[in-house]
């Protein structure tokens, strides 16, 4: 600090001249000092490109991983509802055909499979039963469902779009190759050249999967037909839950401290608990879901509603502690204000201090709602991880109290299972999850923005 | 303040619709990770069958999931547990210390479990003594039992390449890592002679206490670092595989061969494994997989029997069935467990 003289020293002009030498030529310390800056000036710079960097590679790798799940390979076919098979008695009665399963809908695929192959003069020494095999499982399903909902088209030739299977899917991603198939049992070459010969033929084509996005999940013999948007909605119930309870709870436990409570041992106490209470890891609160929720209270297992409160003991000090800041970087002369004219301290807060918190407070919300939106560890505990394929909930009730499951959950089951081609439903599922938290953020930011006022 | 009120409203909505809606509808289904493809296939041709929910099935292991089974009984209870190994009798006592005392055992078929390594490294054909030689604690050497000196598996065995000893084995919760040290480990040991040594020197009051000393000493394995527990499911050892090419991992059939582009299969005593050589018996390392049912909750959880009998059917379970196609090596005598399931028969006669 006996140096000040030297600071300016590329400064020149009128200050005062130095013992030690010109304002205009720089000494050793001071190069030393500037070189310190400049310096440290390059590893801020060089921690930024390599935040950047890694930033770019997470979501080039997520994105060129991800995207093939937002298409899907389908194959269009001509079934010819044979009355013989699927209504023996011919009577139309909903309880007969609900008879036969989707095992009894195999053979009309496969005659319809062969008839196509046939009709488009593709020649194959494949048998029936390994051309039927290019399709998803998930065909006789849906086969199934449209007779159980058209029963007046049994007879008829009716056309469908079907799924092809999971192995068909990926050479077409280029994700399987014919030296990959080697010793494959579910796919062969033979098949892969019918498959050429198919989509030279127009009848297999690769196009957006809206099913992806709004669909359930289903099994490991058949990952092309899995979606994520049933676990859409168990999130988003979940989301409610935590909303509706972790919002108001929060809001007021945070006025209470903020502005009424009195400051003695006990109010301490509790705001030291709750700092740590933010810091405490998730799967605690899952552990503590499962005891009170499930074994205690007992609210059903799996159920969206469990998933919300625990979220909400989770979120609840995030809430609480951003709100308390929001209130806290109101002045206290509006406070004071409000006060000498007359309003009670209930209207300070409320009509006064609460609207000037409230972007605060709503930024701290939204933050913590992400937050949740992302956890999985707290869910495990409950029973919502897991192989969950139920329709999408129809009620609120049902949305509340049906088993689902939630997005990061789905996304981390889709991961661990054998086949490939849920392993590009992971990455696709990381990308909508990633679109909700990018949308959530940005609409804190902007509501930040906009209202937040600066004293 | 009308957040207040909806907020208020939206808790009254979710209390009275929970005490409401507090039947459960849906079989809830956990356990072995091995079990879960196919109790997953079998759920989702369930739901869409039948008139009655998609199951739920949930994994975690074998022994999380029977911990899980045995809790109780009541809708806030799992119905179903699967496991990749038979329940043990300490676990039936668990069971009925929390009342779950009727159990009714269902043997859906066998798996074949495979040592597979990188696609691109070296192949291998094994026995079980070049396993227990590789990743036992102690082997024997020279008539005595001495910490294991073997580094790389030329040292196991001189046909082998030079590379590094490297395993991914299960964890210990998972049901498949009995099956790997009973069915090579433990054979591996007879084989070389050592459990007959153990089995000398062991203690213990009983001859059955001194076997039960010997084969706790065979089966114990290295701590240095050669032999690594997976904890997790097969992708996670497929990963480590990918990150480490020395390294061979235990997995099952299934999931093999839906990974045949990455991994190459070793032989096991001359074997291939396929689900043929698992059904006749001659790939030697297989085992039984099961689910459990509690018999308390038939009739009262809507669907379960059904679900029982549907997954034990000959066009689900059968050779030719879905789970047969997915790598389940089906059951000859599935016809006697249909019965059994039919008849509701419990474990251990009419306890």
């Given amino acids: ?14 200050a005062e001249q130095s013992k030690s030498g010109s304002l205009l030529t720089q000494n050793a310390r001071t190069r030393k000092r500037n070189a310190a800056e400049m310096r440290f000036r390059g590893y801020g710079i060089a921690a930024i490109v390599v935040g950047l960097i890694m930033l770019v590679v997470l979501v080039t790798t997520i994105v060129g991983r991800g995207t093939g799940a937002f298409q899907q390979t389908f194959v269009t076919l001509e079934v010819e509802l044979l009355e013989s098979k699927l209504d023996k008695k011919g009577n139309r009665d909903l309880e007969d055909i609900k008879k036969v399963t989707t095992f009894g809908y195999a053979p009309i695929i496969k005659a319809a499979v062969q008839s196509k192959i046939e009709g488009l003069g593709i020649e194959t020494s494949l048998k029936p039963k390994d051309m039927a095999g290019l399709l998803s499982k998930d065909a006789a399903a849906q086969l199934r469902a449209y007779v159980l909902e058209n029963p007046d088209q049994i007879g008829q030739t009716v056309e469908f779009r079907f799924l092809a299977q999971s192995r068909v899917d990926g050479y077409l991603k280029g994700r399987v190759s014919r030296e990959s198939i080697e010793n494959d049992k579910n796919i062969s070459g033979a098949q892969l050249d019918l498959v050429d010969a198919l989509v030279a033929a127009g009848v297999v084509e690769k196009t957006f999967n809206i099913d992806f996005i709004i669909g359930a999940d289903a099994s490991d013999q058949r990952p092309e037909a899995a979606g994520i948007g049933v676990s859409m909605m168990g ?4 989301m409610l839950v935590v909303l509706a309870l972790a919002l108001p709870i929060g809001v007021a436990a945070s006025i209470y401290l903020e502005e009424f409570a009195p400051k003695n041992w006990l109010t301490d106490i509790i705001e030291v608990n709750i700092s740590n209470l933010a810091a405490v890891p998730s799967i605690v609160f899952g552990i503590l879901g499962l005891a009170v929720f499930i074994n205690y209270m007992h609210l059903p297992m799996s159920a969206p509603l469990v998933g919300g409160l625990v979220l909400t003991l989770m979120t609840l000090p995030t809430i609480i502690i951003s709100t308390r800041a929001a209130l806290k970087a109101v002045p206290p002369s509006i406070r004071d204000a409000a006060l000498g004219v007359g309003a009670s301290k209930m209207q300070a807060v409320f009509h006064h201090v609460l609207p000037l918190a409230a972007p605060g407070i709503l930024t701290g919300t939204i933050i913590g709602l992400a937050q949740a939106l992302g956890e999985t560890a707290p869910l495990l505990l409950i029973g919502m991880v897991g192989f969950i394929a139920s329709n999408a909930p129809e009620t609120i009730a049902d949305g509340l109290l049906a088993p689902n499951s939630a997005m990061p959950a789905q996304i981390y089951e889709w991961a661990k299972r054998a086949d490939p081609a849920f392993y590009e439903r992971a990455w696709g599922g ?10 959530m953020n940005t609409v804190a930011v902007i509501l930040r923005r906009r209202f937040e006022r600066r004293w | 303040m009308s957040f207040v009120k909806l907020s208020a409203s939206a808790l009254a909505i979710a209390a009275v619709s929970a005490t409401a809606a507090a039947a459960r509808d849906q079989v809830q ?3 072995s990770s091995t079990v879960l493809p196919y109790a997953s296939i079998v759920a989702e041709a369930f739901g869409e069958n039948f008139d009655f929910p998609t199951p739920v099935v949930e994994s975690g292991g074998s022994s999380a999931g029977l911990k899980r089974f045995c809790e109780g009984v009541g809708e806030n209870t799992i119905d179903v547990a699967n496991a990749s190994r038979k329940i043990k009798d300490k676990e039936i006592k668990a069971c009925a210390e929390a009342g779950v005392t009727d159990i009714i055992e269902v043997r859906i078929g066998y798996d074949g479990i495979v040592f597979a390594s990188d696609i691109n490294g070296n192949g291998f054909e094994f026995t079980p003594t070049d396993w227990f030689l590789a990743l036992s604690d102690e082997i024997m050497v020279d008539g005595k039992m001495v910490a294991n000196p073997n580094k790389t598996w030329a040292d ?21 890592r009995e099956v790997f040290e009973d069915k090579v480990i433990l054979a591996g040991c007879e ?3 050592a459990f007959e040594h153990l089995l000398a020197n062991a203690t213990g009051d009983s001859d059955k206490a001194k076997k039960k000393a010997a084969e706790k000493a065979c089966i114990s394995l290295r701590t240095d670092g050669v032999s690594v527990d997976i904890d997790g499911d097969y992708t996670e050892t497929l990963a480590r595989i990918e990150s480490n090419k020395d390294g061979i991992g235990v997995f099952g059939l299934a999931f093999y061969e839906n990974n045949t582009d990455k991994l190459q299969v070793a032989t096991m005593s001359g074997i291939v494994p396929s689900t043929e050589s698992i059904a006749t018996g001659e790939y030697p390392v297989s085992r039984p997989l099961f689910f459990y049912v509690k018999k308390a909750h038939i009739g009262v959880i809507p669907g379960l029997k059904e679900y029982a009998e549907f997954f034990i059917s000959d066009e689900v379970a059968g050779p030719d069935g879905p789970l047969a196609e997915y790598g389940l090596v089906s059951d000859p005598e599935l016809a006697k467990t249909q019965e059994a399931v039919a008849n509701e028969d419990v474990m251990g006669g009419n306890s």
């Fill in chain 1, 1 to 14: 600090m006996t140096d000040i003289s030297q600071t300016p020293s590329n400064m020149g002009g009128a």
């Fill in chain 1, 235 to 238: 999130s988003l119930f979940m």
């Fill in chain 1, 430 to 439: 990381i990308i909508i999850l990633l679109v909700f938290l990018v949308t």
């Fill in chain 2, 29 to 31: 289904v956990a356990g």
């Fill in chain 2, 156 to 176: 196991v065995n001189p046909a082998f390449p030079a590379q590094p000893l490297q395993a991914f084995i299960p964890g210990t919760k998972h049901g498949t």
């Fill in chain 2, 191 to 193: 084989a070389t002679g």
